[in-house]
């Protein structure tokens, strides 16, 4: 089992920028690729960002060059920067723990957390 925490979510103004958090307890964090994703209300969960075991990290394109994924082992935890905020990044973000392999697809993650609220205004 693996237990998974976000923090950092809030209200920023359009162009602001936030920084999330997701903590990791119980199993070995490393051995796990992680990935962040989001859901707007009255939309689906949608893929944000993940990042491999060794660091290796991709983007949808609608935050690619704004929002930049990282982990650290020995913290246990990934985080999500997010610059140049826009109203359309308005959601609930969620970090979540894959032991198969790195994927968009978020029925392949195994652990998930309670998500944090990000809204932006106009």
């Known amino acids: 089992q693996v237990q998974l925490v976000e923090s950092g979510g809030g209200l920023v103004q359009a162009g602001g920028s936030l920084r999330l958090s997701c903590a990791a307890s119980?199993?070995?964090?490393?051995?796990?690729?992680m990935g962040w994703f989001r859901q707007a209300p009255g939309k689906e969960r949608e893929f944000v960002a993940r990042?491999?075991?060794?660091?290796?990290?991709y983007y949808a394109d609608s935050v690619k060059g704004r929002f930049t994924i990282a982990r650290d082992n020995a913290k246990n935890t990934v985080y999500l920067q997010m610059n140049s905020l826009k109203f359309e990044d308005t959601a609930v973000y969620s970090c979540?723990?894959?032991?198969?392999?790195?994927?968009?697809?978020?029925?392949?993650?195994?652990?998930w957390g309670q998500g944090t609220q990000v809204t932006v205004s106009s």
């Open positions: 979540a723990a894959s032991e198969v392999g790195s994927t968009t697809n978020p029925t392949a993650y195994d652990y």
């Open positions: 990042i491999s075991r060794s660091g290796v990290t």
């Open positions: 119980g199993r070995t964090f490393s051995r796990f690729r």
